[in-house]
């Protein structure tokens, strides 16, 4: 485990998967808000949560990254629920072609990832943008938390928005998506090691699809990547090799933290992970 209060800094979170559908979105139900935000022609819904006292000024904020699949506003509560209880405004939405959101939802793959993990990007910088309006958002405390495909989409959005001030990752990978579709893969066979599954990835040779080190190279504002040894969905020991590698220079503002015999499902590991974000964000002026 890499100690964030003496580690180097980094944030961010997603998934990926699931069929091709297209649409304008099904109709609200009767008395809901109608709030959306644009992103070109396509409208996505959202919520937006605050904590129990609004009184004294402005608030941090953050927009909750979807991972794969059609995930909706009503996903990873678990997470948007224990930020807003530290004091925090949250945004939640439905991703696009799923909920109330227009346009297409498409699973996605190696071969479409470098098109379309931009366009789930741009989504994100459209909803940043949205949340930034707010009177009672603090336009210098807008950060991005994502699970597993958002290790992809974060990196990317901070490339498009200049309102990013922080980013936190739950198992979000750092390695390509050819790479973590090939990890994913082998590591299906649970009787293979982890030093194995390393083993085929010193082989790989197969097109890598999006890439997200350039842009995790470039993000300049704090980073928090958060682990599990033991997720057999994206590689560990790899993306925290590439974190590493990136950090060597001591010029990032990144941290990361591996927990023991867990695996992908840290975000759902309660009160695990939050000790190490409370002190992270601590250290950084966030909260």
């Known amino acids: 485990m890499k100690n964030p209060k003496r580690g180097i800094l980094a944030i961010i979170v997603a998934f990926s998967g699931g069929a091709c559908a297209t649409g304008t979105g099904p109709e609200l139900p009767p008395g809901e808000a109608p709030t959306f935000f644009l992103n070109g022609t396509d409208s996505l819904h959202y919520a937006i949560d605050f904590p129990d006292t609004t009184v004294g000024g402005r608030f941090p904020a953050f927009v909750m990254v979807n991972g794969s699949g059609k995930q909706t506003k009503t996903w990873n509560t678990n997470v948007t629920n224990q930020m807003v209880s530290r004091g925090f405004i949250a945004m939640r939405y439905d991703k696009r072609g799923t909920g109330f959101s227009s346009g297409d ?44 495909q958002a290790g992809w989409i974060i990196p990317r959005t901070v490339t498009l928005s200049q309102d990013v001030s922080f980013t936190i990752l739950l198992v979000g990978p750092t390695v390509s998506i050819g790479i973590e579709n090939a990890y994913s893969n082998a590591a299906e066979n649970e009787s293979r090691t982890f030093a194995e599954l390393s083993d085929i990835l010193n082989g790989f040779n197969g097109s890598p699809g999006f890439d997200p080190r350039s842009d995790i190279e470039g993000q300049t504002v704090p980073g928090l990547w958060l682990f599990g040894a033991a997720d057999r969905s994206i590689p560990t020991a790899e993306s925290v090799a590439i974190l590493e590698d990136i950090t060597s220079s001591g010029t990032k503002p990144f941290s990361w933290v591996v927990y023991p015999d867990v695996g992908h499902c840290l975000q759902l590991c309660g009160a695990m992970v939050w000790p190490d974000i409370d002190d992270w964000m601590a250290d950084h002026g966030i909260m």
């Open 105 to 148: 939802f498409v699973s996605v793959s190696t071969g479409n990832s470098e098109a379309r993990l931009p366009l789930l990007a741009s989504d994100v910088a459209a909803a940043i943008a949205e949340l930034k309006k707010n009177p009672l958002v603090d336009p210098t405390r807008i950060g991005l938390v994502g699970v597993s």
